[in-house]
Every structure is written in structure tokens, then in C-alpha cells.
């Protein structure tokens, strides 16, 4: 039987898996999306979540630009090719790169059943806003805590998200009405899918590996080196390999 945790500050431990299992299994979904209606009550479920991430000054500076409409989405399809372009041009002296770059599917604008743009508003609450004012990049690192959350709550009920990256600022601006001082932080497709790849799409594709944990930890400096203060997390980095 199901014993309901009423402890607000701990996690039984099916509750712990089921957070790791969300984080290891989360994709960057391009290609396995299927033609299924997202439900309401579901996406209003993973919409609260990314609501509920944290924020530089309680701020909460992130707008959900909710896209089912296909001639919006043609547009930035459009923006998503003319970019594209530009990056396979700037592989042209790299043939073996190049051919596996044009192999690759980077994109589910017109596939998913809906495309979300999150977006940034640094007028959020006035000017002032607590914690902002030495590093104004905070802004946008909440509204990045945003799409995680959205991301691992999607994660859970099944659902894929794709972030594409490779768009035109501008274009996003001009195609969704964006006022001037907003900024689109991110464009996803978003949708059931077929299935989620045990890996991620570019490592299964040969484009990077996973680095090691023990490469991308440093000891009380940058590059500070593993010593005695450290051993037993460094070994336990390795175990987890």
C-alpha cells in the first residue's frame, strides 16, 4: 500500500527515483513526435510546474506564448531554415562534420502538437528588483529554471520537448508580436512522442559524448586538483560512471 508522505521537507524514496528518473530520461525531442491532442488539465499541470521554479528576487519575469496555429509556425519554420543555412556554411570546411551536421534532424516546429515560447521581461515588477542588480543576467537564468521545470514535469507525463535554438531573435519578435523589451529565451515543440532514446539524439549520432563527471568538477579553485579534503567525492564521482 501507497503510504501518502506528509512530511513537506522529505521524500520517501520512490519519490527520489522518480525525480532521477525524470532527470536521466528527460530528451531533446526533434524527430519522435506522433499526432496526439496534449490535453488541457496536462499541459495546465506542466505549465503550473514551470511557474513555480525559482526566481532572482521572486520576479517571476517568464510569459508562456502558447502556438497550435500553423501559419505561425510555417513562419518560424522559415526562420528555423534560413538559419540553418547559415550554420551548415560555416561547416563547409569540415566535409566529414558537415555531411553528419545535414543528417541530423534539429527541428519539430510543424510535427509537435504545439510549440511554446518562453520568454523574458526585465520590467517585471519595476525596475528595482531584489538580486539583480550586480548580475542582471539572473533575469534570464530564472526564466532557464522555468523551462527546466516545464521540461522534467513534461518528462513525467510522457510528453517530449525540443529546443530550438536555431532561430532569428528578430524574427521570433517580429512573427509573435513580442513588445521591444521582451526577450524570447526559448522556442520548444512540444508533444507526445513514440518513444524517448535512451540516449541523447546527438550522442546516439556520434556528434559528442558524455564527459565524464570527473572531468567538469574542480577543488576549491578552477582546476583545482582532487586532495584529501575531496577523495571521498571524487570517488563516488567515478563510482557513478
Known amino acids: 500500500m501507497h503510504t501518502k508522505n506528509t512530511n513537506p521537507i522529505s521524500f520517501m524514496d520512490c519519490e527520489k527515483e522518480g525525480l532521477y528518473k525524470a532527470i536521466f530520461s528527460r530528451r531533446d525531442v526533434r524527430s519522435q513526435f506522433i499526432t496526439r ?112 521545470n516545464l521540461w522534467l514535469a513534461a518528462r513525467v507525463e510522457g510528453i517530449g520537448i525540443g529546443w530550438i535554438s536555431i532561430l532569428s531573435i528578430s524574427d521570433l519578435k517580429k512573427i509573435l508580436s513580442l513588445p521591444d523589451h521582451v526577450l524570447p529565451v526559448a522556442y520548444l515543440c512540444v508533444g507526445y512522442v513514440s518513444q524517448f532514446y535512451s540516449n541523447p539524439d546527438l550522442e546516439n549520432a556520434g556528434w559528442l559524448e558524455r564527459m565524464a563527471l570527473r572531468e567538469v568538477i574542480h577543488y576549491e579553485k578552477w582546476k583545482g586538483p582532487l586532495n584529501d579534503s575531496w577523495k571521498d567525492i571524487g570517488k563516488e564521482a567515478d563510482n557513478l560512471e
Open 37 to 148: 491532442e496534449i490535453p488541457d488539465n496536462i499541459l495546465a499541470k506542466i505549465l503550473k510546474a514551470a511557474h513555480h521554479a525559482p526566481s532572482v528576487g521572486y520576479s517571476q519575469p517568464w510569459d508562456f506564448i502558447l502556438i497550435k496555429d500553423n501559419s505561425t509556425r510555417l513562419l518560424v519554420k522559415n526562420s528555423f531554415i534560413r538559419e540553418n543555412e547559415k550554420s551548415i556554411s560555416l561547416l563547409q570546411e569540415d566535409n566529414d562534420r558537415q555531411k553528419l551536421y545535414l543528417r541530423l534532424k534539429l527541428e519539430g516546429i510543424l510535427d509537435s502538437a504545439l510549440n511554446i515560447c518562453v520568454t523574458y521581461d526585465p520590467t517585471r515588477f519595476g525596475p528595482f528588483v531584489l538580486g539583480r542588480t550586480s548580475i542582471p543576467e539572473t533575469g534570464v537564468y530564472s526564466v532557464c529554471c522555468a523551462i527546466q
